[in-house]
């Protein structure tokens, strides 16, 4: 089954509050309790508010569909070690990673990596954080042919009762730059319920909000075609 194949995915922009680590805490769920996916989740950001969920949720329940594991890419060589050894697992591995590339072990991800979830707000300060962001790593794979991660875009946290006319516009100038970058997911929009994740399981609203923009990327990474 494609689901059994090894993958590696990050979660990665240096632009802070864009819900990265809550997009890939409710993918996470996803993949593996609806999706029944092998699944590894690495927290690699310096914060550690994924590990830090998970032990929340540990005090509450002991039964949990797939194991988090902490760590740092201080050091480029164990980075790696660690990552070369992640590509001989079953399954998928998904990674939560810092929001700076000035991590010296972030290459290693990068150069791992079989995709990157890049997610994103319509606010000027964050299209040109994530436009800088797009831009190095495309600077780093000039440098580094083996990166060959595709981007996949997501608009996250989308309130549908804003914009104007203009701003609708602007927007679509937005996403049709980054597509030349990637590849663009259905948007997410701005819910409570997502704010609120665990590590255990989507609730029947969060399922709902984040389906399509989920079920997309899913057979993006596992090569499913919609009639499957």
Aim: some cysteine; proline content about 4%; glycine content about 6%.
């Amino acid at each position: 089954m494609e689901q059994q194949e090894n993958r590696i995915v990050l979660f990665a922009n240096q632009k802070g509050g864009v819900g990265k680590t809550t997009l890939c805490g409710l993918f996470a769920n996803y993949l593996s309790v609806d999706r029944k996916v092998p699944l590894l989740v690495i927290d690699a950001d310096p914060q550690q508010t994924f590990s830090g969920r998970r032990k929340d949720d540990l005090r509450r329940q002991e039964d949990v569909p797939y194991v988090v594991q902490s760590m740092t890419i201080k050091s480029p060589e164990n980075t790696r070690t660690i990552m070369q050894n992640l590509r001989t697992l079953p399954g998928t591995t998904v990674i939560d990673t810092p929001g700076s590339l000035t991590q010296d072990g972030m290459l290693q991800l990068l150069i791992n990596a079989d995709y990157i979830i890049c997610p994103y707000h319509y606010d000027l300060n964050t299209i040109d954080s994530t436009r800088a962001f797009i831009l190095t790593v495309f600077r780093l794979r000039q440098a580094h042919p083996q990166i060959k991660a595709e981007f996949i875009f997501v608009c996250n946290k989308y309130d549908v009762r804003v914009g104007k006319n203009s701003e609708l516009k602007a927007w679509k100038i937005v996403d049709e730059y980054f597509q030349k970058f990637g590849i663009l997911a259905p948007r997410v929009g701005s819910y409570a319920d997502l704010e609120r994740y665990n590590t255990i399981g989507n609730n029947d609203k969060v399922a709902k909000h984040t389906k399509r923009c989920f079920d997309f990327i899913y057979k993006t990474i596992y090569n499913i075609a919609d009639n499957d």
